[in-house]
T-cell receptor
Framework: DGGITQSPKYLFRKEGQNVTLSCEQNLNHDAMYWYRQDPGQGLRLIYYSQIVNDFQKGDIAEGYSVSREKKESFPLTVTSAQKNPTAFYLC??????????????FGDGTRLSIL | AQSVSQHNHHVILSEAASLELGCNYSYGGTVNLFWYVQYPGQHLQLLLKYFSGDPLVKGIKGFEAEFIKSKFSFNLRKPSVQWSDTAEYFCAVNNYGQNFVFGPGTRLSVLP
């Protein structure tokens, strides 16, 4: 089955550590996205990528970094500079990016907690 | 910049009641509109979408939504809810050339 796989499902981080969240898709989608979901705030865009080797900051990129070396992979690193990293992180993809009416497909999410 | 508002944070209904969840967006122009649902413990999935044509769109599981351009609204409706509709519902908008913008979500609890 085609879909988006996020791992791990739960992640614990000590203060001052960087952690990397994995996102892989086998839908052959060009565009990929990272969102942060906090209660009552909906989904806020962290980074997005429309094609391989290209990515753009979203609304809340500070303290995060990404790479897009392969079409199917879009890992997110939560750095120690992110002041409030405890959240639920969602990865999504779509056939193409901004110039499209195609919906996004979502992974199951990673819940990050700070110890 | 585009923003999306959803009128209710938490809606509680009994089974068989009718449902209407409000969604308004701030910036006009050519828009694509979506409703997503997140059932407990599951990933977000698409309920329905509108990008052109008939402003009344039908989605999965008996849901429908009506796009009213003059009101910048895209309200979600279902004539008779079931306990299994308990979930969080997100409205999302994207303008041509812009990213998706999500509303804050509405939590629906259906009492058996």
């Amino acid at each position: 089955d085609g879909g988006i796989t996020q791992s791990p499902k739960y992640l614990f981080r000590k203060e001052g550590q960087n952690v990397t969240l994995s996102c892989e898709q086998n839908l052959n989608h060009d565009a990929m996205y990272w969102y942060r979901q906090d209660p009552g705030q909906g989904l806020r865009l962290i980074y997005y990528s429309q094609i391989v080797n290209d990515f753009q900051k979203g609304d809340i990129a500070e303290g995060y970094s990404v790479s897009r070396e392969k079409k199917e992979s879009f890992p997110l690193t939560v750095t120690s500079a992110q002041k409030n990293p405890t959240a639920f992180y969602l990865c999504a993809s779509s056939i193409n990016g901004l110039f499209s009416n195609q919906p996004q497909h979502f992974g199951d999410g990673t819940r990050l907690s700070i110890l | 910049a585009q923003s999306v508002s959803q009128h209710n944070h938490h809606v509680i209904l009994s089974e068989a009641a009718s449902l209407e969840l409000g969604c308004n967006y701030s910036y006009g122009g050519t828009v694509n509109l979506f409703w997503y649902v997140q059932y407990p413990g599951q990933h977000l999935q698409l309920l329905l979408k509108y990008f052109s044509g008939d402003p009344l769109v039908k989605g999965i599981k008996g849901f429908e939504a009506e796009f009213i351009k003059s009101k910048f609204s895209f309200n979600l409706r279902k004539p008779s809810v079931q306990w299994s509709d308990t979930a969080e519902y997100f409205c999302a908008v994207n303008n041509y050339g812009q990213n998706f913008v999500f509303g804050p979500g509405t939590r629906l609890s259906v009492l058996p």
